[in-house]
């Protein structure tokens, strides 16, 4: 038995009678809050370059999936599923979204592709055709992601799209994430200042960005290669 089978078999021998009390009770929903510390704890081993912790918390995070895994094949969500189930979905997708490594002599042809950048516009178009009852690109955006993370995807799918055009040059000179770090330092201080909250503000404009990106789609027809702007009157 691998070690990965070993550890979905202890996952599932916690949650099983005479078990774990704590691990029986848990839920999809109570275990969220562990989900997301582990990311990001997984985040700040990663940043600090230390392997023995980022091998670790790689542990704490994959945990999480198999948790969820062994929940689900119980039926909490509807039609059980299990990590199996979890993993051929994965394989599948990944299969599906690398024609140019996977697919056959025309699919390489068609979709080859040589930088990243060049993965990545196909990438959109596999999704696109994976999720065909997606209107606008903002679909599918988790609402609940950090208001600055949230603000740089929904930019930047906009700008991919054509329809928020991307500025040639920085609105506010920066060279540097140094630099870049340093300004939003002094913008959160600021806003404590005059008694603000920079998260709540930076997601409520970028809620209100949302607005107008998905209304220039309705105006102009939603077409991932449509050119427009969104606020040139602002």
Request: aromatic letters at 4%; charged letters at 30%.
């Amino acid at each position: 038995m691998s070690e990965l089978e070993q550890l979905i078999e202890t996952a599932h021998q916690l949650r099983a009678p005479g078990g774990c009390a704590w691990d029986a009770e848990q839920t999809h929903e109570s275990l969220v809050q562990y989900l997301l510390e582990e990311t990001h704890e997984l985040i700040e081993a990663i940043e600090a370059g230390s392997r023995d912790e980022v091998l670790e918390e790689l542990g704490d995070v994959l945990y999480q999936v198999v948790f969820h895994s062994d929940l689900a094949s119980t039926g909490t969500l509807g039609e059980p599923f299990d990590i199996e189930d979890v993993s051929k979905k994965m394989r599948e997708k990944m299969i599906s979204r690398h024609p140019h490594v996977f697919g056959d002599a025309d699919q390489q042809s068609k979709y080859a592709a040589n930088t990243g950048d060049e993965v990545m516009q196909n990438w959109d178009e596999h999704k696109k055709r994976e999720k065909p009852e997606r209107q606008s690109v903002l679909d599918g955006v988790p609402q609940s992601m950090p208001a600055l993370a949230l603000a740089n995807k929904v930019m930047a799918k906009a700008e991919k799209a054509g329809i928020l055009e991307k500025a040639e040059s920085p609105a506010i000179p920066m060279e540097t994430e140094d630099d870049l770090g340093k300004m939003l330092l002094a913008v959160v201080s600021s806003a404590r200042t005059a008694g603000l909250d920079p998260e709540r503000a930076l997601r409520e404009a970028t809620r209100e960005l949302q607005v107008e990106i998905r209304q220039a789609e309705i105006d102009e027809g939603f077409d991932a290669g449509i050119v427009g702007k969104v606020g040139d009157d602002e």
